[in-house]
Each structure stands twice: as C-alpha cells, then as structure tokens.
C-alpha cells in the first residue's frame, strides 16, 4: 500500500550506508524531526497515518540512544513540541504512540521537562490539563507548587508563641509543692520525730520565699 512504501521509504533515508558501518544516520532523524515539527497541524494529528510515524519515529530514537549518539541531536524542543501535539489528538493509537515515544526521550534525558513546559504553556488551559495528564512526573511548574506547599507548611510558630514547659520529677522523691501540700496537712515526719512545717518548705515561687521569711520572726516574737 502506499503507506507501506512511504514507511519504508523513511526507514531508507534515515539509514547510513553500509560502507560508513550502516546503522540510523543521526542527521537524517534530526531533517525528519525538523519536517515533522512544521507540518503536523490540527488536521495532521488527527491522521490515521500518525501512530506510524511516531512508531518509526520511536525505533529510530532506540537506534540513536544505543549506541548514544543522540547527544548528536539538537531538535529536543521540535521533538517536544511533536509529542505535546501528538498527545492531543483524538485518536488513541495517537495519543499511545506519542506517550511511548516520550518515554523513551524522557528516560535517558534527551527531552528535558523544560521543553515540554515550554510548549505545554502555549496551550489553552484545557488543552493543558489533558497533555499534564499523561505526564507521569511532575514538571517544572507542578515542582515549584510542591516546594511553595512546603515551605508554607514549615512556617516557623508565631512570635511569643510558647509551647507549654512539662515538669519532671524524680521518681520516690517529693516535689516542693507536694511537700507543702503535706505539711500543712499535719507534717512530714523527721528522724527525731519533729513535723516538717510549712516554713521549712522551700517554696517554688520566689515571692512567697520571701513572704516565708519574713512571717518567720514574727511567729518568733509572738
């Protein structure tokens, strides 16, 4: 058929010849791409002919990243541009084509997701949210919202804000307060039978230590 001769007239003319050790010419892939890139229009990506070119498209990207020579290649934003496209369109072996080939352009890095943001940003905002879709990584843009929720969420407290003090004490020995407590209930038993009073607490409050102090001698004089 006449898609048939087309496809392999591709696959010759993005071959090196044999006598330079045959392979996928790098120069050839990039005047595909640049071809591909100006005439892939609305009407284009909804071609049944696409999900073969962009099948083609893909083997030949596995070819150059073999045998990595696709640092050769300088058409990263073109090729970014044809997925972004080719995942738009209505037809699902479309819409399949183009997401296996950015998986290969993705994984070894020769698409940055700058490149797709760059071309994603001049859609319409419907057209955006389909394309990000079938993005499985975020982009730059998702990125920075991710680090703004962060950051937000790691505000510092607000000033004079303090978090509440807990008070430890040792375990079988008596607080201040709880000795005061037990005082004035009657007295801690001493050794020589004498009471603790409530004076000879030492208080936890500094006030009242020096209010202690001095009821001290007038309990004495009276």
Not at 105 to 117: A, L, M, Q
Not at 170 to 188: D, E, F, I, M, Y
């Amino acid at each position: 058929t006449m898609r048939d001769a087309a496809v392999s007239a591709l696959l010759l003319g993005t071959e090196s010849p044999k006598q330079n050790g045959g392979g996928t010419n790098a120069a050839s892939v990039e005047a595909f791409i640049l071809s591909l890139e100006s005439e892939l229009s609305d009407a284009a990506i909804k071609s049944s002919g696409l999900p073969d070119v962009l099948t083609f498209l893909t083997e030949k990207m596995k070819s150059l990243i073999a045998k990595n020579e696709q640092e050769k290649l300088s058409v990263h934003r073109p090729l970014a541009k044809v997925i972004v496209m080719s995942l738009l369109s209505s037809k699902s072996g479309s819409r399949s084509a183009a997401e296996n080939l950015m998986a290969v352009c993705s994984k070894n890095g020769f698409v940055p997701s700058t490149s797709f943001d760059k071309e994603i940003g001049k859609l319409l905002p419907a057209q955006q949210r389909t394309v990000r879709s079938f993005i499985p990584k975020l982009s730059k843009q998702d990125q920075e919202l991710v680090d703004t929720f962060k950051k937000a969420s790691e505000r510092p407290g607000r000033p004079g804000q303090m978090m509440p003090s807990r008070q430890t004490t040792q375990v079988g020995v008596p607080s201040n307060k709880t000795a005061l407590q037990s005082s004035r209930a009657g007295g801690l038993p001493r050794k020589g039978g004498n009471n603790i009073t409530e004076a000879d607490v030492l208080p936890e409050n500094p006030l009242q230590m020096s209010s202690t102090r001095s009821a001290k001698p007038k309990a004495q004089r009276l």
